[in-house]
Every structure is written in structure tokens, then in C-alpha cells.
């Protein structure tokens, strides 16, 4: 993929943001679940408020996986309290990389994952964690190629049905600093 960039999400770019996370969770998810849960999670998890808030949290961040000046994925890091379970300072959380089916197996998941752990490293976290549904091997098989191992099981309520994450955690003392690639 040429052109390939990441930006930080400003709360001017929140409408982007709606459509870019409307679209990729029902691509990943849609087939697997009701069209009922699916809308209602869309409206609940999407709406324009919510995003803003989480944009205008100091504990979260987003960042568009850009083509040119298309959006065609996105990072959510969360932070400290922002986390949604581990609230540890020495934790980051990512809590949502998705990318448009488009565009899977171009790399844009990995620049996205490698983004989130450069910014971790900045904060001096000692280690990243994130929750993954149980039913998407696509994406363990990818945590798992990057070093995450599983740590334990939440409940991620989808509408009316509960889904099982499994809890997954990289250590970043463990992992080798990357080489810098020559600008």
C-alpha cells in the first residue's frame, strides 16, 4: 500500500469517525449477529455524542489508518481511568483497531497495531492489553503473531446477547525495540 499514513483524531474529525466505526464493526460483525443488536450497538457505541465525549476525553485517543485522504481504519487507545477494565497507569488499553474488509491483509491492521505500541512506549506503559471476541480468530491469530497472550474473560454486551472477549496482554519489557526504518 502506497500513501499509506496515520492521523490523530481531532473533535473536528468526529463525523468521520462515526462512519469509519459504523462501517467497519458491521463489516467484521454484522453476519454473526441479530439486525436488531446490531443496530441498537451501532446507535448506542456510535452516536455523535458519545464519540465526541470519548474524543474530548484526555484519557483517549484516536487515530485514522489514512489512504490518500480516505479514512479506511482506526486506532482507540484508551488511558488510566479511560480503560474499561485494567485502570492501571501502567497499562494501555487498545480498545478497537478495525479496518475496512477492503483493505485486510494490506498491512493497515499492523501500521495501526504498531502505532499503539509506539504511543504506549512513549507513556512508559509496561505493558498493552485488549479484549477480542472469542469468536474472531482472524484477530487472535494476529494479537497472537504479535506477542499477546491471554490473561482471563470479560462479557461484551452486544444488544440483548452477551459475548465472551477473551482478555489478552503483551508485555513491553519482553518486547525488542524495533529497529527505526531509515526516513
Known sequence: MHNLTISKVTFTDVNRLQHISSQTFYET???????????????????VEKLTSEINNPNTEFYFALS?????????????KAQT????????????IYVLQAYHGKQVGQLLYDTAIQIARQKNAAHVWLGVWENNPRAIRFYQKNGFVAFGKHIFQLGNDEQTDIMM????QELPDKPKQPS
Open 169 to 172: 496482554k503483551l508485555d513491553l
Open 85 to 96: 477494565e485494567l485502570q492501571n497507569h501502567k497499562s494501555v488499553e487498545i480498545e478497537r
Open 68 to 80: 490518500g485522504t480516505e479514512v479506511i481504519g482506526y486506532l482507540k487507545l484508551n488511558f488510566g
Open 29 to 47: 460483525f454484522a453476519q454473526s449477529n441479530t439486525p436488531e443488536n446490531m443496530a441498537n450497538y451501532l446507535q448506542q457505541a456510535f452516536s
